[in-house]
């Protein structure tokens, strides 16, 4: 099976076209033909040389995922089902704002993190993507949707720092200039807390937004939603987001979803007010979208009112932000689910 040519970089593609007696300018001619018109034909690249094309059509693949379904909110936001090359499926999400247009990138088919709010978590790990279905989804979304992308989230299925190569090299040509060309500060990994990434990630060299899964502020209540606390406790997490911030001069972000009688309480919010004051961070609170089969509810709206407000009053930089596309499963922790219902519909 042929790899797809989406898994190599600039300079993987330069050493390559050099390789084969052709000028290194060539590489930035087949970057832009991937990236900046969306091929899925190395016979549309047409100013490329006959024998250089029948070579990458020989030796590489340039297909873009293939799209099982499509699902539209009332609220706009676009949930695309994706049927990878082995048959499994990952989701990616596209959210239309005023100012932006943010893609919500998944990473991984399922997760192993088992975050007992998430559906992707109920599957289990299959498998990390490769940087080529790591970018698929938003060169789907890109030209097949023909949408002006401004943002990128990787915060969809699966942990990022769980795949940090494939990542980082997609992070790479996501914001090289002949690629897709979007901004550093407009790109965010989102990571449960594995520690040694998060250190690692501070020499990344680019200004990539970095966003935590908080979602408790200490370790018996993390560790009930989240079993990663168990092997990375809160204090190491936070010791790790000092060196992050230290290192890189960079705010960061605490992602808290706010669950009722769970992690809402006057003793989680001073507990919290405590681990995050000093800390150059935003905090944000996101109210629980319901996830099948998990018996958590969503605080009511005066509790989420008082506890952002209470934030705010101890001077800590706080907003709600409530999840879109409810009514399409593609809110925060709702990814995945309708993987199972499409196999249920092919049985």
């Keep these: 099976m042929k790899k797809n040519i989406r898994n190599f ?13 052709q000028p290194a300018f060539r ?56 049927r990878l090359s082995d048959g499994n499926y990952i989701e990616s999400v596209m959210i239309p704002e005023e100012d932006r247009i943010t893609v919500c990138v998944s990473t991984q088919v399922g997760c192993k993190f088992g975050c007992v709010f998430c559906a ?39 942990e990022p720092f769980d795949n940090y190569d494939s990542v980082l090299k997609a992070i790479k040509i996501i914001n090289e200039k002949n690629g897709l060309n979007i901004g550093a500060r407009k790109i965010t990994v989102s990571t449960a807390g594995i520690v040694p990434c998060i250190k690692k990630f501070s020499d990344f060299g680019k200004q990539v937004r970095l966003s935590i899964s908080l979602h408790a502020p ?32 960079r705010r960061i972000t605490f992602e808290y979803i706010l669950i009722e009688d769970v ?27 319901p996830v099948e089969g998990i018996n958590f509810r ?19 930089r706080a907003t709600v932000r409530y999840s879109r596309g409810k009514d399409i499963k593609a809110a925060c922790g709702q990814l995945a689910g309708r993987r199972f219902d499409v196999e249920k519909k092919n049985r």
């Design 263 to 289: 992690n809402d309480t006057e003793k989680h919010l001073f507990q919290l007010i405590k681990i995050v004051k000093g800390l150059d961070a935003d905090i944000n609170v996101i109210p629980f979208s």
């Design 218 to 249: 200490d370790d018996r209540t993390r560790s009930l939603l989240m079993p990663i606390n168990n092997k990375y406790s809160v204090s190491e997490l936070l010791n790790a987001c000092k060196y992050y911030i230290s290192h890189t001069g």
């Design 298 to 316: 969503c605080p009511d709206m005066e509790k989420i009112s008082w506890f952002v407000a209470e934030l705010k009053r101890h001077s800590i």
């Design 9 to 21: 970089d600039l300079e993987e593609i330069k050493e390559m076209v050099v390789g084969l007696g």
């Design 27 to 82: 590489a930035e001619q087949i970057f832009q033909w991937l990236y900046k018109k969306g091929v899925d034909d190395f016979f549309q690249m047409t100013d490329i040389p006959q024998d250089m094309r029948n070579y990458l059509s020989e030796n590489f693949s340039v297909d873009f995922l293939k799209l099982v379904e499509k699902f539209v909110s009332q609220d706009g936001t676009k949930k695309f089902l994706f």
């Design 120 to 158: 992707s978590g109920k599957i289990g790990f299959i498998r990390n993507l490769d940087v080529s279905e790591i970018l698929g989804q938003i060169l789907f979304i890109r030209f097949k949707e023909n949408v002006r992308i401004s943002n990128i989230v990787f915060m969809g299925m699966g």
